[in-house]
């Protein structure tokens, strides 16, 4: 029973004391009905129809879109409903994004403090494959001496391997 929006002084009543307020509700036997609860105000008061769905038994609202009065009314959940639904959604999504900007924050520093590592490590890689291919330890002298000369490297911190072959490089550039 709609009793509308309520105003001054109004006491709460009794689902016995609605139907017996309602003469067609109060000549039918109470086991042929059902009297559901409802706290929709707003959603009443914005929409523009609504009925009871008798598969899900929950309360349906149609709302009105002004760019397009003429097409026929939507039956949905009540939009309070879904607002609190996305409420929740976002919550989900922004707790999602916080463990994501966790996650790519720790990848980030994890990488920029172990920077030199890798470096090192494609480094001494590179060492190795140029060694192996023919002619390898001349480039690899070749490499260190210029180091050497661009003042990065010192003569000694070349791999002992190569340190004649520096040296021999250095010595004939002079």
């Not at 140029?130 to 791999?159: C, S, Y």
Request: hydrophobic share 40%; charged share 30%.
């Amino acid at each position: 029973m709609d009793t509308g929006e309520r105003r001054f002084e109004v006491f709460e009543t009794t689902v016995q004391q609605d139907i017996a307020m309602c003469k067609a509700l109060s000549e039918r036997n109470l086991d042929t009905f059902d009297v559901p609860e409802l706290e929709y105000a707003q959603d009443f008061a914005e929409s523009n129809g609504y009925r009871v769905n008798p598969e899900t038994e929950t309360l349906e609202f149609s709302y009105s879109d002004p760019r397009e009065p003429e097409v026929p009314p939507v039956y949905q959940h009540p939009l309070s409903e879904q607002v609190e639904e996305l409420k929740q959604r976002n919550i989900l999504l922004q707790a999602k994004n916080n463990a994501l900007s966790e996650r790519a924050d720790f990848i980030e520093d994890l990488c920029s403090r172990n920077s030199n590592i890798i470096l090192s490590m494609i480094t001494r890689f590179l060492f190795w494959f140029l060694l192996k291919l023919e002619g390898g330890d001349t480039m690899m002298a070749m490499f260190f001496a210029q180091r050497v000369i661009l003042g990065k490297t010192l003569w000694n911190e070349a791999p002992s391997r190569l340190q004649d072959g520096v040296k021999e490089i250095l010595v004939d550039d002079e």
